[in-house]
């Protein structure tokens, strides 16, 4: 089972940019299924993006065009770059890693972080 832990988060104005790093322990990251999760306040945890070993992603309609997740194998590590902020982003941000692409984009299973707190105000 590998471990996650997510970082980069922060207080950031309407408009800006925060990159989110998530670090994954283990010797073969490059088969995990990797995801990006929020939850916002008083609302359900919901996917944002997910990415396959081989690099295929997806993203939610909500972040299309402004979030991109990347992944670099030899670092054991995901990226979501978040541009183009808004308050609505303000949420808990958490890292998900699964061998399986359908249990990460369900989000009912596989590795957890602890989460980041990303909080978009002026």
Same mark, same amino acid.
């Given at each position: 089972?590998?471990?996650?832990?997510?970082? #980069?988060?922060?207080?950031?104005? %309407? *408009?800006?940019?925060?990159? +989110?790093?998530? $670090?994954?322990? !283990? &010797?073969?990251?490059?088969?995990?299924a990797? #995801?990006?999760?929020?939850?916002? %306040? *008083?609302?359900?945890?919901? +996917?944002?993006? $997910?990415?396959? !070993? &081989?690099?295929?992603?997806?993203?939610?309609?909500?972040?299309?065009?402004?979030?991109t997740?990347?992944?670099?194998?030899?670092?054991?590590?995901?990226?979501?770059?978040?541009?183009?902020?808004?308050?609505?982003?303000?949420?808990?941000?958490?890292?998900?890693?699964?061998?399986?692409?359908?249990?990460?984009v369900?989000?009912?299973?596989?590795?957890?972080?602890?989460?980041?707190?990303?909080?978009?105000?002026?």
């Amino acid at each position: 089972q590998v471990h996650v832990v997510e970082s #980069g988060g922060g207080l950031v104005q %309407p *408009g800006g940019s925060l990159r +989110l790093s998530c $670090a994954a322990s !283990g &010797s073969i990251f490059r088969l995990y299924a990797m #995801g990006w999760y929020r939850q916002r %306040p *008083g609302m359900q945890r919901e +996917l944002v993006a $997910a990415i396959t !070993g &081989s690099g295929n992603t997806d993203h939610a309609d909500s972040v299309k065009g402004r979030f991109t997740i990347t992944r670099e194998n030899g670092k054991n590590t995901v990226y979501l770059q978040m541009n183009s902020l808004k308050p609505d982003d303000t949420a808990v941000y958490y890292c998900n890693a699964d061998l399986s692409y359908l249990t990460v984009v369900q989000g009912n299973g596989g590795s957890w972080g602890q989460g980041t707190q990303v909080t978009v105000s002026s």
